[in-house]
């Protein structure tokens, strides 16, 4: 199935706002996906916080199980902002030797961001996932979705991450992004379906009329069976 964004925006004025809030981006993004609609042994998993609300519209509209995927990035210590790979769901570790030869870490340094980010993995796991077994990702469709691309570090450190599962085919979705980020995940998924592109994006936020911060609480509802 192609991408090709529905919307874009090229001026320098703030943007229109093509989405009340994060359920009707999910509605929005599903309707791109229609291809994957029963479609067995796939998966929705959404990144935490924001990304499991347009998940969860995506997972209800194809029927597809939803569940939550966590990333956590290890940052180089001292300059936590550059990262030298992820953690994920699973023991999943990718991590980026380029980075860490340039600078010289030791193993004693990496170790130690290791284990606080593993700490704070296993927190989350518990908190959002709860007594869920592991996921079993190996041979999947796996639809991988966050409510935009700013950056794109956590999505990239999520599909990174996804990828060391064995899934069958990784499609990364989200309901905007800049053109040049969602060109970019073409290089390690599957699929790209990026529902607006918008150039400059600015911030995700501002594409959205409603965009609040969602609570622990609210997002193990939307994850309930």
Known sequence: MATSPRWAATDQAAPARPFHDRFEAGRMLAS?????????????????????????????????????????KLGVPGQD????????????????????????????????????????????????????PPLQLKGK????????L????????AVAAIRQRGPAKIVMAVPVAAPAECEAFRQIADEVVCAVTAEPLHAVGLWYEDFPQLTDEEVRALLSP
């Open 32 to 72: 791109l996906l229609t291809a994957y609609a029963n479609w067995p042994d796939a998966i929705v998993l959404g990144l935490p916080r924001g990304g499991v609300a347009v998940a969860y519209e995506v997972a209800r509209a194809l029927h597809l199980p939803l569940d939550v995927f966590i990333v956590r």
């Open 81 to 132: 902002e550059l990262a030298m790979g992820p953690i994920a769901s699973g023991g999943v570790r990718v991590l980026n030797h380029a980075v860490i030869n340039a600078l010289g870490l030791g193993q004693a340094e990496i170790d130690q961001v290791i284990r606080r980010e593993e700490q704070e993995l296993r927190r989350r796991e518990q908190q959002f996932r709860g007594e869920r």
């Open 141 to 148: 469709t796996v639809i991988v979705v966050d409510d935009g």
């Open 150 to 157: 700013a950056t794109g570090a956590t999505m990239w450190a």
